[in-house]
């Protein structure tokens, strides 16, 4: 009698605390279980992740560019964060936004769209398992695209989760450990090598890889 006291009360807890979760609070709870299935002792700095909730979007709708809106109008926008983008070639450094609607990712540059990636082509999202925030996408070989695309992000755990989320392909998300190839496009391949040091950079090396500290 006492067992099956016991479960009944366990299940009556159970039952009271999910009732009491919040709409807001259920999909906080969502979005962390997909980061711990897709991080959780892979990455450094997960551990310390963990109790920081997730932002709905970085940026307001009002803080993107009126022409970007109408370029992507009918499109819900989930999620938008500050992101740096790298060159394929040369590997330069450039600010820009990072727009998640439920369809499609853009990659924004003031009033223009420099690529958009639609999730049913999404082929995969591979970061390192180091500290960095890099992230790349990787898209299909064909002339629409680039070439895969290469980002830094402050939020990396978050900015990754609502992306694989909104395109429904957590199990395409991959961390890496050394080195991961990326598409620069034309049938080229690059490589970028992820090491440790004293203070975070990211260059490109007298070899021509694109180098992570």
Partial sequence: TSEMLQKICIRNLVRKYCQ????ERKVQLQQKVVASAVFRGKKEG?????????????????DINPKVLQLIHG?????????????????????????????????VEMAKIKQKIDYATLKG???????DGIV?????????QKGDVILQCEHIFETITKLCMLANKQNLVK???????????????G???F???QEPQVFKAKNGQLTVV
């Fill in 20 to 23: 009491g979760v919040t709409a």
């Fill in 75 to 107: 499109e819900k926008i989930k999620y938008v964060t500050p992101v740096i983008k790298y060159d394929r070639n040369g590997f330069k450094a450039r600010d820009r936004l990072l727009v998640l609607t439920q369809s499609s990712a853009y990659v």
């Fill in 175 to 189: 961390v890496v450990q050394g080195s991961l190839q990326f598409r620069i496009g034309s049938g080229k391949e």
């Fill in 191 to 193: 490589t970028m090598v």
């Fill in 125 to 131: 999202i591979s970061t390192s398992n180091l500290s």
């Fill in 46 to 62: 997960y551990q310390q992740s963990i109790n920081q909730p997730f932002m709905d979007t970085r940026l307001k709708e009002s």
């Fill in 136 to 144: 790349v996408i990787h898209v299909p070989e064909d002339n629409k």
């Fill in 195 to 197: 090491t440790v040091g």
